[in-house]
């Protein structure tokens, strides 16, 4: 019973292509985030949905668009893209809320992308 | 802007041994201070976390050590093994939010000989 999934976990693409990234949650999760890994190993957020509402974009190239269709799910389209893009994403999810203490970020397994 | 330090980048030692990675935030809204370990080909997996009231917190082999005044705080493997051999993140949150956002160290890769 995976947590967090997210597919597909290789994509390798051509620059200009338009592409997504399709992530589930079976944790009852009210948060998704969307995560980048660069080849340094660096992570980084990118956005945050609560209850399908968009809380946090990090100034992130407008190329990248997520999509919430509802709260167990995060996908992300990348439109144009470019060999910055080549990087591992991954979908993570917490229960978060106005007056609680946030608890655990559970982590998908990634999707390695790479544009050639 | 890189709000949360953490060093070394890389760390070697021997079965046995107790590795020691540490890092240190700027802002002081932080709350909540997690580590996350990380293997080759996965996504990073929470391995303990730490709120600023307690000054240390233990769990199995793996210690945190708060600073609070310092805003520092430190990951501590007891008798570390091969199969600890991952990679490690320090991050920051402002817990009480309704966000969730993890700010992260940049890693410390750590490779424990047998």
């Given amino acids: 019973d995976t947590a967090v999934s997210q597919t597909p976990k290789y994509l390798v693409t051509q620059m200009g292509n338009d592409k997504s990234i ?21 992570l980084k957020i990118m956005f945050s949905y609560n209850n399908k509402e968009l809380i946090i974009n990090e100034t992130v190239p407008n190329r ?3 999509k919430s269709p509802d709260k167990a799910h995060l996908n992300l389209h990348i439109n144009s893209l470019e060999l910055g893009d ?7 999810s917490s229960q978060t809320g106005s007056g609680l203490l946030n608890t655990e970020a559970f982590f998908g397994q990634g999707t390695r992308l790479t544009v050639v | 802007q890189q709000q949360v330090k953490q060093s070394p980048q890389s760390l070697i030692v021997q079965k046995g041994g107790i590795p020691i990675i540490n890092c240190a935030y700027e802002n002081t809204a932080f709350d909540y201070f997690p ?20 000054s240390e917190k233990k769990e199995g082999r793996f210690t945190i050590s708060f600073n609070k005044s310092a805003k520092q705080f430190s990951l501590h493997i007891m008798d570390s093994q091969p199969g600890d ?4 993140f320090c991050a920051a ?15 410390t890769t750590l490779q424990v000989k047998p």
């Fill in chain 2, 93 to 107: 949150s402002k817990g009480s939010s309704n966000t969730g956002k993890l700010i992260f160290g940049q890693g």
């Fill in chain 1, 64 to 66: 990248f668009s997520p």
């Fill in chain 1, 86 to 92: 080549s990087a591992v994403y991954f979908c993570a």
């Fill in chain 2, 35 to 54: 580590w996350y370990q990380q293997f080759p080909g996965k996504g990073p997996a929470l391995l303990i976390a730490i709120r600023p009231d307690v």
């Fill in chain 2, 85 to 88: 051999s991952a990679t490690y």
């Fill in chain 1, 22 to 42: 399709k992530c589930e949650q079976n944790l009852g999760h009210d948060t998704m985030y969307w995560y980048k890994q660069d080849s340094k190993k660096f």
